[in-house]
């Protein structure tokens, strides 16, 4: 364990004690609370001693996804297979890895608390000039705390996967804290897609720093876990750098989501687009905080936060708080949107007309609205198991168990939202 | 197929929209109604096939002698009856080969093989002058007005209803696309015996028609009926016939 280590786990430590839990004014009276494990029970987790159940759960999801994922990562089995990827101890980083950390300790307090309670970090390197693929299967048997930095060197490409699941029968906090670096001229894809089990929480950190040229396109689908709380900043900190994020939640029963994102434009003809899809059922629970900054010397700048939200009866509730804040209004393209509604009755009535019987027509509408959120997905194995994820839940009424991933959704179409 | 309206008074949150119409519409007849905006022909076709806002406060709609008033939506389609929506609704996501698809094995009970349900939707569509890349897109979204009414029939003809209620088939369509409409409209009819009821302000597509009956609608109530004749005398004297 370094000296740097130390300082920096005191200075977090110290952070968590004196942050308040919501910094932003607005959204300092609507928040969802995780329940963050004591020191204690994250060192219990982390000798759980389910290595083997979790290995087996990892190889059976494979089966199921029909995908050979490059990393699996969980507190007791680790499995890497990738050139790029590199498995470090949190306390074996040294003063620049932690002085080069994107997320700051005074970011916030969930930050602060997962910077010092972090094991493991993965480091994704790209060299300049590559272009990779890369697959992380997350498997969630016990409160899992952890970071992961991607580094996208000059002018590269990296393609990203993420899968969350739940180690049956077990519940517990995951919390992945992840950096983004892409560097000029490159170019990253992101999904991550949650199925944890009703009785996991899931805890989402992430903030990017997006140079010159370059763009990441997101996609978080938040489909499992009984609490979910997202907390992202993506800053376009390069001249004609651009962020395209999509958001898609889906929750039923009890589930309760809390999805904080901002979006900043930084410098001139700088592009954020933000667009968010919530659909609930059950007594399911949705804050959208989606804020869009456009700072000052942004010329050509383009920002768009767009928030939809369905209630698919009287019990689940969607609350949207878009936020906006321009410094430069000059030359400078802003919108932000936000729209609740029940279930479109005459789409109900349009579709049973011809001949659709209405659990069905309902089955059909959830689907298609997911789905308009789903065509961000560049990656054509991430959106298959994305879709039919989500599929396969809106058939059985499930989530947190992955079945057989079938080629094409019969109500999916390739080419929504274009 | 026979469908029978009778004495029908619909009303939408309490106010009366429809007060007694009756109609009697048998297999392979082509009738047209006409009339003012607001004079209750959208809700009459609308409480024919079921919609739930509706409400039938006295009157029977028949199928073949069987009060169909009650029944769900989805049985009356699966019945025989189709409407053409005089607004389309958009469903971004759905795709409409998927939705068309769905909603033939719904009907029928026996999906067609996909290459032969798309044989058939191909050439539908080709009757219809629609592009093709509209059918691998989500459901009448981003449509123009006249390529949703297209869509509309070529839903129609997949289905292959007993009897089918067009709403306004003509508005927002061209006048070549209304010549294909009718066109695709009649030849259905007669290949299928298909019952029809035509709803429009305007003659313009019933010069590709061959209706015969022809039933002028106000206030909620047929006012006039007659042969085609009566189509000349409303162009002339308007709805005051």
Known sequence: MSEAYDEFRRDALQQYDTLPYELNDLYKKYFVEVHLPSETDLDAARSSGRRKEVEAYANYIEERTNKKFDVVISNSFVRNSSGIVSIKRMDSLSES????????????????????????????????????????????????????????????????????????????????????????????????????????????????????????????????????????????????????????????????????TYVINSKERSYTRLETGAILDGGSYCLLKGYAKVERLTRGAFSRVNQRGIVLNDKAHVDALPDMSIDYSNEVSATHSAATSPIDKEALFYMESRGIPETQARKMFVASFITRYLSNIQNPSAKEIASSVILSRIENDDFGVINTVTPKGIWMTSTANK | MKLEIKNLHVSIDDKEVVNGVDLVINEGELHVIMGPNGSGKTTLAKAIMGHPQLKITSGDILLDNKSIVGMKVNERAKLGLFLQFQNPIEIEGLGLLNFLNTARGAITNKPLQFKEFMSEVKSTSAALELKDELIGRSLNHGFSGGEKKKVEILQMRVLKPKIAILDEPDSGLDVDAIRIVAKNVESMRQDMNMGLIVITHYSRILNYMQPEFIHVMKDGKIVKEGGKELIREVEESGYNV
Do not use: C
Request: proline share 1%.
């Open chain 1, 97 to 260: 890895e932690l002085r080069g950390k994107i997320f700051k300790n005074t970011d916030n307090k969930l930050v602060a608390y997962v910077n010092a309670n972090s094991r493991d970090v993965v480091f994704v390197k790209i060299e300049k000039k590559t272009s990779k693929k890369l697959s992380i299967m997350v498997i969630n048997e016990d409160n899992l705390v952890f970071q992961v930095f991607f580094d996208i060197g000059e002018g590269a490409f990296l393609d990203v996967f993420e899968l969350y699941a739940s180690l049956p029968g077990t519940g517990a906090l995951v919390s992945p804290l992840q950096e983004f670096s892409v560097h000029k001229d490159s170019k990253m894809e992101f999904t991550m897609l949650n199925d944890g089990n009703a009785q996991s929480q899931l805890l989402n950190l992430s903030k990017g720093i997006i140079e010159e040229n370059s763009e990441i396109n997101l996609n978080f689908i938040y489909n499992g876990s009984g609490i979910t709380k997202s907390v992202g900043f993506f800053d376009t900190q390069g001249k004609s750098s651009r962020i395209n994020a999509a958001e898609t939640i889906y929750g039923t029963r009890e589930q309760k989501f809390d999805i904080n």
